[in-house]
């Protein structure tokens, strides 16, 4: 059984900047590529970023390009997402996922595993 735990969210004003945690525990954490979504009120889940597994490939949305950096510890078993220059769209509740292999993946349907979500809101 694989279990993702986030952190980090809270209320930032724009411009400002926060760190997401993500924290596996279950399984070996160096065999599971790792990405992290997004959905605001009203709209569907969005892919942000997702990093893989051994060689660490990274991906982004084109909208948090320059802004988000997503990296990884795998000594702590742990996935950051770092926000800067945040802005009132970036306002979601953002959720972590992992899925066993050495791809890169942007769909929901790729990641079997995903945590609770922790709320992101930025104020104007």
């Known amino acids: 059984q694989v279990t993702l735990v986030e952190s980090g969210g809270g209320l930032v004003q724009t411009g400002g900047s926060l760190r997401l945690s993500c924290k596996l525990s279950?399984?070996?954490?160096?065999?599971?590529?790792m990405g992290w979504f997004r959905q605001a009120p009203g709209k569907e889940r969005e892919f942000v970023a997702t990093?893989?597994?051994?060689?660490?490939?990274?991906y982004y949305v084109d909208s948090v390009k320059g802004r988000f950096t997503i990296s990884r510890d795998n000594a702590k078993i742990t996935v950051y997402l770092q926000m800067n220059s945040l802005k009132p769209e970036d306002t979601a509740v953002y959720y972590c996922?992992?899925?066993?292999?050495?791809?890169?993946?942007?769909?929901?349907?790729?990641?079997?595993?995903w945590g609770q979500g922790t709320q992101v809101t930025v104020s104007s």
């Open positions: 996922a992992a899925q066993r292999g050495s791809g890169s993946y942007s769909l929901m349907r790729e990641y079997a595993y």
């Open positions: 279950g399984r070996p954490f160096t065999r599971y590529a």
């Open positions: 990093i893989s597994d051994s060689d660490g490939r990274i």
